[in-house]
């Protein structure tokens, strides 16, 4: 029942049903181990007690009513926030983009206001993904993204993360305004920065005063065994950072976090939303955060990671003809296969084990932070048979 919709996914040819922990179940009662969890998103997991619970107690409670009046959940979830992070205060939005979009106009209202308005140029790197609005597809390091969308905009330079000189050399001139980065790249490959890199960039724009801007859409609330993946390394913290996807847990909830100091010139008037922290949203978001940022969940998600790269580099080693590399961070992991990435997700997914794409030929996995160490083992297994039957095709083809 397609016809009716916008042409715009490639899906996967099932329709899913429910969901119950790390398994998806179709119309037709399959089940799937879920190693995509809706793009990095559903980090609890498929019908959480927790989340069930705050959605269904706010649901009878109100819905929507707008930023014109006081919200207390958002006061709530955006002190939870700035306890937990470098911030000092919050914008809510719906989704990462538009946390992004929130971020950039953040950059630059506050060169406006120092006096400095020439200061809009915003540095990216190649392979970045900050999402589809038209701010952000100009801000990502994907030239696919722009094709037949008219022109670029202005203020927007992607450079490569490998080209030292050339990042000094941008950070440095007059019209730089901030840097945007993915401390560890979802969509480019599953690419985990080093801190030695983040913290050398912090250093650069402090030295500057360029803003640092941190997407941690996807690399945020968890997933990488901290509840943000620049917290491991002491220092690399940013000035503005876009949260979503796992701040909501599944229900679409997206935050612009800042300092007061880079916030100084988003005043009354300047952004806003409609539908962006409400009080449905900031219900489940508290439910999720509280859940997430306990140190139980955290050291729960870290000992996951360990697993499943031990047992994936084990498989790698298997099946070094069919997986190049196995990268990433916590359980934002990163398959470098030799085949097409998209003929492997379509194998796994015959085997039961649904994996999200990415750049430079990956297929990702993005569990559930609370992934049983059985369930890990039963989804490399799935994988080892997934393998056996791509080296099998690869034969055949040649």
């Keep these: 029942m397609t016809d009716p919709l916008m042409n715009l996914y490639n899906r996967a040819p099932i329709a899913v049903e429910r969901g119950e922990g790390v398994w998806l179940i179709d119309t037709g009662g399959r089940r799937y181990l879920d190693c995509v969890a809706g793009i990095a998103t559903d980090a609890l997991g498929h019908g959480h007690p927790a989340l069930v619970a705050a959605l269904t107690e706010q649901a009878g409670k109100l819905w929507h009513v707008s930023n014109i009046f006081r919200i207390p959940g958002q006061e709530a979830l955006a002190q939870r926030l700035v306890d937990a992070s470098f911030a000092d205060c919050v914008f809510f939005a719906n989704t990462g983009t538009e946390a992004v979009e929130c971020a950039i106009k953040t950059a630059r209202r506050y060169h406006h206001v120092n ?187 870290r000992a996951a990671s360990a697993d499943f790269f031990e047992r994936l580099e084990a498989l790698r080693s298997r099946f070094p003809d069919v997986i190049a590399d196995v990268r990433g961070k916590g359980l934002l992991i990163g398959l470098k296969m030799i085949q097409n990435n998209r003929d492997f997700m379509g194998i796994a997914r015959d085997y039961g084990i649904l994996v999200a794409g990415g750049g430079e030929n990956c297929v990702r996995l993005l569990p559930s932070l609370l992934i049983t160490a059985e369930e890990i083992a039963e989804a490399v297994t799935r994988l080892e048979a997934a393998c056996t039957a791509a080296r099998g095709a690869m034969v055949q083809a040649a």
């Design 115 to 301: 006096g400095q308005p020439e200061r809009i140029d915003i540095v990216g790197f190649a392979g970045s993904f900050h999402g589809r609005t038209y701010a952000a597809i100009n801000a990502s390091g994907n030239a696919g993204y722009m094709e037949g969308c008219g022109p670029r905009l202005p203020g927007f330079v992607q450079l490569s993360i490998d080209d030292a000189a050339a990042i000094e050399d941008a950070i440095a001139r007059p019209t730089t305004a901030a840097v945007i980065v993915e401390p560890v790249q979802g969509e480019g490959g599953a690419r985990a920065l080093t801190g030695e890199w983040l913290l050398r960039l912090r250093e650069l724009t402090r030295e500057h005063g360029v803003l640092l801007i941190h997407d941690e859409v996807q690399s945020g609330m968890g997933r990488t065994g901290k509840l943000f993946a620049h917290q491991w390394f002491d220092g690399a913290e940013p000035d503005i950072m876009a949260l979503a996807k796992a701040l909501g847990s599944g229900f679409p909830v997206g935050a612009c976090l800042a300092t007061t100091e880079a916030a100084m010139g988003m005043t009354p008037g300047v952004h806003g939303t409609t539908f962006g922290g409400n009080p449905l949203a900031m219900a489940v978001g508290i439910a999720a955060f509280d859940t997430i940022a306990r140190p139980e969940t955290l050291a729960h998600a």
